[in-house]
Nanobody
């Protein structure tokens, strides 16, 4: 059974940085497409970005492009979300997700429990 656990969330001032991690257990992580999503209070879940099993396959939403960077370490079964120049509107619960079939575009079937990111202005 594939499980995803996010970590690294917290409280940060506007303009600051945070790095989220998502550790995956079960299956063959190196073949998964991975994504990051977020959900702010009272809003629908929003796509942040994703990375294919091929490290050259990356995609970001316009709202985070140039500020957020997704990477993965297949040896550690982990995917990361580096968030720089954070803004108050980035406040949300952040989730990682996996497409265990490595599809592109991904069809996410497995989700983590989320980690809270709060940006104070």
């Amino acid at each position: 059974q594939v499980q995803l656990v996010e970590s690294g969330g917290g409280l940060v001032q506007a303009g600051g940085s945070l790095r989220l991690s998502c550790t995956v257990t079960g299956g063959t992580f190196g073949s998964y497409s991975m994504g990051w999503f977020r959900q702010a209070p009272g809003k629908e879940r929003e796509f942040v970005g994703n990375i294919g099993f091929s490290l050259n396959t990356l995609y970001y939403s316009d709202s985070v492009k140039g500020r957020f960077t997704i990477s993965r370490n297949n040896a550690k079964n982990a995917v990361y979300l580096q968030m720089d120049d954070l803004k108050s509107e980035d406040t949300a619960v952040y989730y990682c997700a996996a497409d265990v079939h490595g599809r592109w575009p991904p069809d996410y079937t497995t989700w983590g429990q989320g980690t809270q990111v709060t940006v104070s202005s």
